[in-house]
C-alpha cells in the first residue's frame, strides 16, 4: 500500500496510509511474488540469527542486561539526556531539542541553507523517515541523497520502505535493475553483485563531493558523549567521514548511560539483526576530532511522541526497541503480508505497538489486531519487549477509543455478559449455536473465522446426565 | 518554553509514580575463554570473506611488500615504518585530500585491537590506525595486527578502548545483502580487506 509513493508534504508521523490492517493485508496477501520473497528473506535471516544466538552461552544474560539497562535509563530519561547534551557539548558539538519532526526537519534544512548546500548525503535512518526529512528538505530545495543500497532502491522507485534491515525486500532482482536503469545507473545485469556495483559507481561521486552528512544514531552514551552507527555497506563510513558537517537525528529513547553498556548492545545488536558475530563496520565518535571527519557535529534529540509512549505504563517498554527488526522475522503474519500492510515506518509487531504508542491511537486501530499473540517476537526480542502484553493492551486502548461502540465492541460485551453467568452460559449453550446469533450480522468477524460446530449435548449436560 | 524545556517536562510528568530505576544485573561472560585467542581471531577474520596471513616479525616488511605488489598505497604518519620498509608508500602528513586519496590503490594500517569472538578489528582514528578516511576510500585495506593486541570479547574491548577518539570496528569488508538476501561483500569502504596478524 504506497498511497503517497511521490508525496510532495511531509508527514512528519511514523503513520504513512490509514488504510485498516486487514483490508491492507487482504491486498498483499494476493501478491504471490511478494510472498515468496518474504519468506525466502524471513526464513534465512531466522536462521542466521538462530545460529550466532546460540554460540552465545550468556545470551539471556545479555538479554536481561539489555533490558535492565533500557528499563533503568528511560525512569531516568531527563537526567541522561542532559548528561549526554553535557558532554557532546564538551567534545565541541551542539545539542539541539525538537518537540516533532516538523521542528527537527526545519533545524536539518537550517543548518544545511547555512553552509550553501543543495543537497546532503543520508545514512539509512528509520528516525529520519519516520519524520519525512526528505520530503521536508526537498520542499527547501535541498535533495538528499539515500546511500544505503536497499534505502537508495526504494528512493529511485518513488516506493516505501517494507522492512526495518532490508527496507527493498520487496523487490526482485529483475525489478531492481529496471528502477535503476530508469533512473540513468548502469547496472551490467541483474545480478546482486552488478546491481552493487552500479550503486557504488552513482554515490561515490556524491559521497566524495557531500559538504553536509545526515544520520540516525544506534545509540549515545551520556557519559562520554559518544555517537553510534551500525552498517554493513560502508555507506555510513562515507557519510559520517568525509563531509564537513554532520547532522545525527536522534530519538531521545537511544542514550544509554555509559561506555560500558557498549558491551552488551555490540553484542546483542549484529546477532539479532542480521544474524552475523558483528556487523561488518561500527562507527563511533565523540563530539568533533581534529583532522579527522567532519569538523561541525550537530546533535538533535528528537521527542516526535516518544514522550506520549513513555507515559504508557505498559506501553513504554517498546521505547526499549533498538531496531533489529529480530520480531518482524519471526512473525507468521508480517512473513505473509510485508510490510506496507502495516502502513507506517515501522512494521512487525514492533510497528503494531509503537506506531499507535508514538502518534496516538487514531488511524491505528487495527494495528493491534494485526498478531496472533502468538509470543514469538517476544521470545526473540534482544531488550525482551513484552509485545503481546502491549498488544492486548492497546486493543483495550482502542475498545476504550471509541466515542461510539463498534458491532465488535458489542458483540464481545454480549459475550462478557453471557459468561459472566453460569446459568446465562448454560442457557446459551442449549441454544446450541452461541456464534449463530452473531454470525450473520458482525460479517468483519464470522468473515474469516467459521461458525463453532456444536456438539448435540454440552459438557456440561453430559455431566448433569452420567454423574449425578 | 524551549523546546528543550518542554521535551525535559514532558519526561518528567511521563515517569512520575513510576517505580525507581532498577540495577542491571551483568552476569553475562566479561572475557571469552577460547583456548587460543589469536587463533580463534584467524578463523573468525576468515569467515568473513577477509584474507588472513600469519607472519613473522622478521618477514612482516618483505610480506607487506608482496602483498602491496604494484598498487599505489598510503599510509598512516604512525605507522612503524619498519613495516613497510620495502615499499614506496605515501605519507598522509601533511594530510591527503579526498581526491588525492581516491588516486590511490590502497592504505597499509595498523590497527588498536582485534576481538577474537567476533573476528573484528578496530581502528582508533590515530597512530598506527590511521585517520578514518584513509581506510575508507581507497579500494584495498591491508591491516597489520599484532597478536599481542588479540583479546577475547566485545567486554574486554569495550574496557580497552579510550572514547574520546574516533573508533571504527570492521568485521570484514563491506558487504550487503539488500538484494534478494545475497550477499555480496564489497559496496562502498575497501571492497578488499587483507589482514596479517603478527606473531612474535
Given amino acids: 500500500m504506497t498511497d503517497h509513493p511521490t508525496r510532495t508534504t511531509a508527514l512528519p508521523w511514523p503513520r504513512r496510509h490509514s488504510t485498516p490492517f486487514p483490508q491492507a493485508a487482504k491486498i498483499k496477501l494476493a501478491d504471490t511474488q511478494l510472498r515468496r520473497n518474504l519468506r525466502k528473506a524471513t526464513t534465512t535471516i531466522r536462521a542466521k540469527r538462530a545460529a550466532v544466538v546460540g554460540e552465545l552461552p550468556d545470551w539471556e544474560e545479555l538479554r536481561e542486561a539489555a533490558r535492565a539497562t533500557k528499563a533503568a535509563t528511560l525512569r531516568e530519561l531527563d537526567v541522561h539526556l542532559l548528561r549526554l547534551e553535557e558532554s557532546v557539548t564538551a567534545a565541541g558539538g551542539k545539542v539541539h531539542w525538537a518537540r516533532d519532526g516538523a521542528e527537527a526537519n526545519a533545524m536539518v534544512a537550517a543548518i544545511a541553507r547555512g553552509h550553501g548546500v543543495d543537497e546532503v548525503v543520508k545514512i539509512k535512518s528509520l528516525t529520519t523517515d519516520e519524520i519525512d526529512l526528505n520530503v521536508a528538505l526537498a520542499e527547501q530545495g535541498i535533495t538528499a541523497w539515500e546511500t544505503d543500497l536497499a534505502e537508495l532502491i526504494v528512493q529511485l522507485g518513488h516506493d516505501e520502505s517494507s522492512h526495518i534491515l532490508v527496507p527493498a525486500i520487496h523487490k526482485n532482482r529483475s525489478e531492481i535493475q529496471q528502477i535503476f536503469t530508469d533512473s540513468g545507473l548502469d547496472p551490467a545485469s541483474d545480478s546482486p553483485a552488478d546491481l552493487a556495483g552500479a550503486a557504488r559507481r552513482y554515490l561515490r561521486e556524491r559521497f566524495l563531493r557531500a559538504k553536509v552528512g545526515v544520520s540516525g544514531a544506534n545509540f549515545a552514551i551520556a557519559d562520554t558523549g559518544s555517537v553510534v552507527v551500525v552498517e554493513s555497506e560502508g555507506n555510513g563510513r562515507m557519510c559520517l567521514t568525509l563531509p564537513e558537517v554532520l547532522v545525527t537525528v536522534m530519538g531521545i529513547e537511544k542514550v544509554l548511560p555509559t561506555w560500558q553498556d557498549l558491551e552488551v548492545f555490540l553484542q546483542v545488536l549484529p546477532r539479532s539483526s542480521t544474524g552475523e558475530r558483528m556487523n561488518p563496520y561500527t562507527s563511533i565518535w565523540t563530539g568533533v576530532a581534529a583532522g579527522d571527519g567532519p569538523q561541525e557535529f550537530h546533535l538533535i534529540l528528537l521527542d516526535n511522541g516518544r514522550t506520549r509512549a513513555l507515559a504508557d505504563e505498559i506501553g513504554r517498554q517498546a521505547l526499549q526497541c533498538i531496531r533489529c527488526s529480530a520480531c518482524l522475522n519471526v512473525c507468521p503474519v508480517y512473513e505473509r503480508v510485508g510490510g506496507h500492510a502495516y502502513g507506517s515506518v515501522y512494521p512487525g509487531p514492533i510497528g503494531a505497538i509503537i506506531t499507535p504508542l508514538l502518534q496516538g491511537m487514531h488511524g491505528s486501530e487495527s494495528l493491534p489486531y494485526a498478531s496472533s499473540l502468538c509470543g514469538a517476537c517476544y521470545e526473540v526480542c534482544p531488550v525482551k519487549i513484552d509485545i503481546p502484553t502491549v498488544l492486548v493492551h492497546l486493543r483495550d486502548e482502542s475498545v476504550q477509543s471509541h466515542t461510539r461502540p463498534t458491532v465488535n465492541d458489542v458483540a464481545f460485551r454480549s459475550l462478557a455478559w453471557i459468561f459472566g453467568d453460569r446459568r446465562r452460559y448454560e442457557k446459551a449453550q442449549q441454544l446450541g449455536k452461541l456464534g449463530t446469533p452473531f454470525g450473520s450480522v458482525f460479517r468483519p468477524w464470522s468473515a474469516s473465522r467459521g461458525p463453532l460446530a456444536v456438539a448435540p449435548q454440552s459438557f456440561r449436560a453430559w455431566w448433569q446426565e452420567n454423574h449425578r | 518554553m524551549s523546546a528543550r524545556d518542554d521535551v525535559l517536562s514532558r519526561i518528567r510528568k511521563a515517569v512520575a509514580g513510576a517505580e525507581p530505576a532498577e540495577d542491571v544485573p551483568r552476569d553475562y561472560r566479561a572475557s571469552y575463554d577460547v583456548g587460543n585467542v589469536v587463533d580463534h581471531f584467524a578463523d573468525m577474520v576468515a569467515d568473513y570473506k577477509a584474507t588472513v596471513r600469519r607472519v613473522g616479525r622478521v618477514d612482516l616488511a ?134 596479517l596478524i603478527v606473531d612474535d
Avoid at chain 2, 112 to 129: K, Q
Fill in chain 2, 62 to 195: 618483505a610480506v607487506v611488500a608482496e602483498e602491496v605488489g604494484g598498487r599505489r598505497v598510503g599510509v598512516p604518519a604512525g605507522l612503524p615504518t619498519e613495516w613497510y620498509a620495502g615499499i614506496d608508500a605515501v605519507v598522509d602528513a601533511p594530510p591527503l585530500s579526498i581526491p588525492e586519496l581516491d588516486q590511490l590503490d590502497g592504505a597499509v594500517t595498523g590497527a588498536r585491537l582485534g576481538i577474537a569472538e567476533t573476528g573484528t578489528i578496530v581502528l582508533d582514528g590515530g597512530g598506527r590506525s590511521g585517520r578514518r578516511a584513509i581506510t575508507l576510500v581507497p579500494d584495498w585495506h591491508l591491516c597489520i595486527v599484532e597478536a599481542s593486541q588479540v583479546v577475547g570479547s566485545v567486554p574486554q574491548a569495550v574496557m580497552t578502548l579510550e572514547p574520546r577518539v574516533p573508533i571504527t570496528f570492521i568485521s570484514g569488508p563491506s558487504a550487503t545483502s539488500d538484494i534478494e538476501l545475497n550477499r555480496v561483500e564489497g559496496v562502498h569502504g575497501p571492497r578488499t580487506l587483507n589482514v
